[in-house]
């Protein structure tokens, strides 16, 4: 793929490490990816895959017990590695902003969710009271909350599950970021509030051409709100690709065997195919690749040589010896 | 009112009598009141028909506040219904004697949600299951316990030899066997699974639910399969139930209601529910819900549903409808549902 | 999932309290030390030096502590009024106070947990009827409770000890209750239930073991002051009759020699303030020690 204009966000060999009692645990290891200006990578894996954290990573905001160990972060072409909390801080909202699983817990209970929308404008914008409150007010009626004017002056509580995630992506898009990086956003709401969430995102994101990182557990959310995909398993990801080529022909045993544990919607759907095992333990990964002991292809190879992200197709990359045969439905028949 | 949904399933399935009845059932919660003052009530289940047949697995689907919880509550007798019956075999739970009640315990088992805190944190996996024989003695000889312990987990997919650990020292996944094995020692007849899968990663909730289906196979056990992850209901359950702030909307086979979903909420859910297609544009009419649920302390008038609902009319408020079959194929509580949603 | 430990050097329950003993800090090791101290010169100091409340010794009178006595023996910590040894006086108080204590503390503990579990667990009236007597209760000083009530029955030990329970099982009761109530609606809980399982073994088997932990801690500081309180009785002459030693009424005693015989009320005042300030120690090391347990 060529390119001609700097990505938006460049991530390149990331490495992040927690201390623990047994020794370095590493979450994140060798992960690389791109988001370009108005698309949605979907960050997508099981719990304790490392997606939270790598999220973390890009916004400097790293666990107490966990270090960035290695690899390059740019944005905008501007390496961010090593950069001061103040330095951060001013490119947290201003560039890059973030929205998580919980908004009850990310909104100060003890003020008006106007006053926490105003407040941006007010301490990054230096806008006044009255105008500050104005530019609140637009951007809830754009985020969809109803009776806006209004409800300015009450209180987080006050909101529903879904009206306080829409008050939270009102805070972030408030001071225009480039990068929106959305952690689970919908994983607490029900399937209705979820889908009206998505929609939001989604609007919200094609019209200012926003680059997004949606961090979901939910290959259904996936498909429905990404451009591209990364599945990650262990701390590294699996593969990388758009989200035809994924869901279509998945290039790693691991994404494949996502697909078809989760039950369809529709048509008959037959017996679900698990994935027998369980994730390794992040302290003592297998040797050789870290999916090899609950893989139904693995051979000796996988047991031995650990897989090195390549590319497989033009913008596709999998960790996979035999990504080929994945892709092209040598072992499991027509999906 | 729950005549015509309770005979419509009977002749759906033949006529063997149902495990378990709920005859309009109605759970209401006392709210803590100020000083001196008693709390408002509220109808957490607001007059609810259904019935589970031996060998069954009925869904019951529903986001949260709709009252399917509070339905499995009430069935194993955590909380009091306020009125209607829940008869299992025919017997009306609430009218038993406490001893025969004791006994009609270990036919009905519930598997919670939350693997983390649904089993005694003091108590190894083979006390947890001993303690089932303790309670109902005479399922189990005692000097076979150990054996039993260990083929129930066997049975479950544990290994054996992991009878002596707690449960903090099994994953997730591991621990829902483990509630599995625990329900299983009293060999019920229907296994009420509460959002039992909800917590677990996909790769692992494709082994429980695979586990289940098993175990429906071998030992012919019914569920009654509560949650609000609408594949994964498809994907288990014979019957499916919609329901909405405390009452059933709309019943029926699984293929009739997920191919002719006649209710507006059924298609809003159904339409809503992401899933591994969604990539493919177009294809699918996307209904997207305006509005939250309203407060179950004060529930709109006549149709529940109708102060979201895009086809509503004067009728609705007026009006609440009956779960009636009004030629979609199963019934439906609406005064307007469509036949085909295309 | 945590994976057990396997490199444990000393195996089993014991080695796991010899580790957990060596890890405290100093001050745990004086407090423990001490109240093993008191509690050994408790049950056996009376045998080594016996104390008789109706001997006197005219001769004896007031001698300060460390002179020979005209019997030939050493009074260590001096001698009263009467002529009576002060430290065989001070061992005999030290076993008044450890059974009063301890006898009220078990007492007014079974009391306070069946209360406190009936209240925590069951709710409704009882909860309300046992919530409300112990409201009432504490409202009023615990002391002039104790006063009244040891005045109305006489001085004897029993009914220093009746006393002091009737005051004391509150505190218990509110302690288990709190635990049961926040343990009553926990999952697990629910699951003993829909198996089936009655109310006594759910009280024992799931409540119970929740509230332990948070009564003993209890239990240990309310013996620290259980003991001023006897003491207190005593010296207001409500407390043991004349015929028992008690640190309370030797102190008494010796008020009005404050400026002369000043060891008279020194010594087991010093021995109620030590033995009391360890036991405190002891019960907020316990505290500490519980938290995580109360998690459970």
Known sequence: MTRDVTPLLEVDDLAVEFDTPKGPLRAVRGVSFQVDEGETLAIVGESGSGKSVTAQALLGLVPPRARVTGGRVAIEGRDVTGLSDREWQKLRGERIAMIFQDPLSALNPSLTVGYQIAEMFRRHRGLGRAESRRRATELMVQVGIPDAARRLDDHPHRFSGGMRQRVMIAIALALDPRLLIADEPTTALDVTVQAQILRLLRQRQRADRLGMILISHDLGVVARAADRVAVMYAGRIA????????????????????????????????????????PPDPTAPPAGCSFHPRCPFARDKCREVEPEPREVAPGRSSACHFAEEVIAGVHTGAR | MSTPALAESRTRDGDGPPLLELVDLVTAYRLRGGLGRSGAEVRAVAGVSLDVRAGETVGLVGESGCGKSTIARTI?????????????????LAALPARELRGLRQDIQLVFQDPYASLNPRMTIAALIKEAWRIHPGIVPRDRWDQEVRSLLDRVGLRPEHADRYPHQFSGGQRQRISIARALAVRPRLIICDEAVSALDVSVRAQILNLLDELRRDLGVAYLFISHDLGVVHHICDRVAVMYLGKIVEIGSKESVYLRPSHPYTQALLSAAPSLDDWRDGGRREIVLSGDVPSPLNPPSGCRFRTRCRLAQDRCRDEEPTLLDRGTGHPVACHFPETDPS | MMPPKLDDPLPGRTGAIVRRLAGLPPRAHFA??????????????PLLVPFDAAATSPPDRLLPPGTR?????????????????????????????????????????????????????????ADGIISRLGDIQLAFPSLLLAILLAGVLGPSMLNVIIALAVTRWVIFARVVRGSALAV?????????????????????????????????????????????????LSFLGLGVPPSQASWGSTIAQGRDYLASAWWIAAAPGAALALVVVSIGILGDLLRDASDPMTEL
């Not at chain 2, 009091?80 to 009306?92: A, K, M, T, Y």
């Not at chain 3, 001490?34 to 509690?39: A, D, P, S, T």
Request: with cysteine; hydrophobic share 50%.
């Open chain 1, 239 to 278: 593969e990388v690709g758009t989200v035809a080529q994924v869901y279509e022909h998945p290039a790693h045993p691991y994404t494949l065997g996502l697909m078809r544990a989760v039950p369809a919607l529709r048509d008959g759907g037959g017996p679900l195919v698990a994935i027998d095992g369980q």
């Open chain 2, 76 to 92: 194993v007798g955590l909380v009091r219904p306020s009125s209607g019956q829940v008869l299992f075999e025919g017997r009306d």
């Open chain 3, 32 to 45: 423990l030390g001490m109240v093993l101290l008191f509690v050994v010169a408790g049950v056996l100091g």
């Open chain 3, 184 to 232: 009553r609606d926990r999952e697990f809980v629910d699951s003993a239930r829909v198996m089936g399982a009655s109310h006594g073994r759910i009280l024992i088997h799931y409540i119970l073991p929740s509230c332990l932990p948070p009564l003993l801690v209890a239990a240990t500081v309310q013996i620290g002051l259980t003991m001023v309180a006897e003491a207190s």
């Open chain 3, 69 to 125: 006595l005209s019997d030939g023996a050493v009074a260590w910590l001096g001698t009263n009024q009467v002529g009576q040894d002060i430290l065989a006086a001070v061992l005999a108080g030290m076993r008044t106070s450890l059974t009063v204590a301890l006898v009220t503390v078990v007492v007014a503990g079974s009391v306070g947990l069946l209360m406190g579990l009936l209240a925590g667990y069951f709710g409704g009236w």
